[in-house]
């Protein structure tokens, strides 16, 4: 199994910054893509942010040019830099990866299990 745990999440005000960070672990033989999701109470969980094993990123229109994210392969961890916060970004954010095992070389899909980001106005 992998796990995926996050952090860096926590109260910002509107302008400010945070950097999450996401580290998968177990017996995995490659990550192929990662990224991070957010959900809203009440709202359906959306595509932040996602990034390839080489380095190509992709960004909702919401976040481009205030997200960045980037990966590590070496330590197996994505990074999502977080600039110009808006209250609407409030959220719990949510890293995914899709590895490939040692018992699905196929690849699975994995959830870490969130960290919070507030936004104050």
């Known amino acids: 199994q992998v796990q995926l745990v996050e952090s860096g999440g926590g109260l910002v005000q509107a302008g400010g910054s945070l950097r999450l960070s996401c580290a998968a672990s177990?017996?995995?033989?490659?990550?192929?893509?990662m990224g991070w999701y957010r959900q809203a109470p009440g709202k359906q969980r959306e595509l932040v942010a996602a990034i390839t094993f080489g380095g190509s990123p992709n960004y909702a229109d919401s976040v481009k040019g205030r997200f960045t994210i980037s990966r590590d392969n070496a330590k197996n961890t994505v990074y999502l830099q977080m600039n110009s916060l808006k209250p609407e970004d409030t959220a719990v954010y949510y890293c995914y990866a899709w590895a490939s095992l040692e018992e699905d070389v196929t690849g699975v899909g994995y959830w870490g299990k969130g960290t919070l980001v507030t936004v104050s106005s």
């Open positions: 177990g017996s995995i033989l490659s990550i192929n893509d």
